[in-house]
């Protein structure tokens, strides 16, 4: 095995170590036993492909439609299991997207992470 994959694999066993990780799959079971939370994003989704094919056909949605909507997202922001499973998702996703910025300053030589709006996950500008 070459060194690169070595090293790959090492990353691919640091990552699932991770507190990010695990963090990331503890709050997604509490989502997937939460019956409540469920039910929300079952709603959510539904109402999202709702919003989507009105959107297709070049139509906007009325005003309880999109009441209707703000309110599903209301209780998403309210609901615990929710709210903590996508905060664990931005952990994470923040965590992937230093690694690829890494692996891209190798490969270009160029730190595609120091931009003006990614300055919270730069090392120092």
Do not use: H, W
Request: charged share 25%; net charge negative; proline share 1%.
């Amino acid at each position: 095995m070459s060194l690169v994959l070595e090293k790959a694999a090492e990353l691919a066993d640091a990552l699932e170590a991770s507190e990010e990780l695990k963090n990331a799959r503890d709050c997604q079971r509490a989502v997937e036993g939460d019956e409540e939370a469920n039910e929300i994003l079952n709603s959510f989704f539904s109402m999202q492909q709702q919003l989507n094919d009105l959107e297709a056909k070049g139509k906007e949605p009325d005003a309880a439609l999109t009441a209707q909507f703000n309110a599903i997202q209301d209780k998403m922001e309210t609901n615990a299991s929710i709210a903590k499973y996508y905060r664990s998702q931005a952990e994470l996703g923040q965590l992937l997207q230093q690694i690829n910025g890494l692996i891209t300053k190798a490969i270009t030589g160029q730190d595609s992470s120091c931009t003006e709006d990614m300055c919270a996950t730069c090392s120092g500008c």
